[in-house]
């Protein structure tokens, strides 16, 4: 191998190995430290968001169970105009409340007030009540009539003894109220938040489009998940079940088809989870940037490896060429000149003794 093309290989090599170390220690290290902090800030967005939502639900909830608890069976023998009118200081308190419903004990409604709507007495409204769960309760969404979505938070009316539930104060709360009250990015830069029930329907989103669309999440990895937990832990308990309130995070590919970071959260008892889902290839975009950059900064380096390596190779090649011409005139028998070149390196010393050797020769033949 010439010494030029040693000296750029040489030159490369110094060049590559210390690129290589810097790549693979960012590629293994830096990497997944990012992955992983974006994996605990999802984690945290999903614990601060479900805590909010549980948050709404149980003010909700409160205001219920004021009126349940203090009234008892009266809200069932006094007049409508009495009744009516503590229902609609029960709107008045909480915003999220849409209407407010009594009902029997089998779900039936007796009486309710709305916000929006003028009540009807023969517009009936039932509630899919389980006369097993003796506390407050969460009904499956609803779609109204004019196309807003609501679930009903159900509160058990006791008897004068506690004894027995004989019947439910109702209040529909309006979820787009929640979604938009509850659900905050808090520092993401990209996927989604939503809220569903535990059997994976879409509750409430960010974007609350798409559940007014019907988008199915169910394919989602933390979707699937907190099913598959809430089914765990509804097994042997007829109350409303609260799965495991520890971190849930793992990557999968989400209902959209996009590589995600993906976490969820129980909201409470309620058989709610929020989900965020935090797009991987947008988490990891500063690593990618940085690898883009320095990967410039390679193609620089080696360009510049390339031209000094050559300008070496020159200044030490083209020495030695001129002492290997001189060399061979001298085995051709021409004595009388000198080799060009001078220096204090190896080279110039090693053509100032060649030249030395010529002149002491052309002295003996002289």
């Not at 669309?213 to 765990?232: H, P, W």
């Amino acid at each position: 191998m010439k010494i030029g093309t040693r000296v750029l290989a040489y030159g490369l090599f110094l060049a590559w190995i210390p690129l290589i170390l810097i790549g693979a220690f960012v590629t293994y290290t830096i990497g997944p430290m990012l992955e992983a902090s974006v994996a605990a800030k999802a984690s945290a967005t999903a614990r601060a968001n479900a805590d909010a939502v549980n948050e709404l639900l149980q003010g909700v909830n409160s205001h219920l169970q004021a009126v349940a608890t203090t009234s008892h069976e009266r809200l069932f023998t006094m007049t409508g105009r009495t009744r009516q009118a503590l229902f609609y200081d029960l709107l008045k308190v909480n915003p999220l409340l849409e209407e407010i419903y009594l009902l029997d004990k089998d779900g039936r409604a007796l009486e309710w007030v709305s916000r929006w709507r003028v009540t009807i007495a023969d517009e009936p409204e039932k509630a899919v009540v389980n006369a097993n769960v003796r506390g407050s309760f969460i009904t499956n969404v609803q779609r109204e009539a004019d196309g807003r979505l609501v679930s009903m938070i159900c509160v058990p009316i006791r008897s004068l003894g506690w004894q027995q539930t004989i019947g439910y104060l109702g209040g529909k709360v309006r979820l787009r109220g929640v979604a938009d009250l509850a659900l905050a990015r808090s520092g993401l830069t990209g996927g989604a938040i939503f809220i569903v029930d535990q059997d994976g329907r879409l509750v409430g989103h960010e974007d609350f489009s798409q559940v007014l669309s019907g988008i199915d999440v169910k394919t989602s990895g933390a979707v699937q998940a907190f099913m598959r937990d809430m089914n765990t832990s509804r097994s042997g308990t007829a109350d409303v079940p609260s799965v495991r309130q520890d971190d849930w995070m793992q990557r999968y590919v989400n209902y959209r088809g996009v590589d995600v970071l993906g976490s969820y959260f129980p909201v409470g008892n309620w058989g709610w989870a929020v989900i965020v889902e935090e797009e991987r290839n947008e988490a990891l975009r500063p690593v990618s940037d940085w690898i883009w950059r320095f990967n410039l900064v390679g193609i620089f380096l080696t360009l510049a490896v390339i031209m000094m390596s050559y300008v070496i190779s020159r200044k030490i090649t083209e020495p030695i060429r001129a002492l290997e011409a001189g060399a061979n005139k001298v085995a051709r028998g021409e004595w009388d000149q000198d080799l060009p070149g001078s220096g204090t390196d190896e080279i110039g010393q090693l053509v100032a003794a060649f030249n030395h050797m010529l002149r002491e020769q052309r002295g003996k033949k002289n």
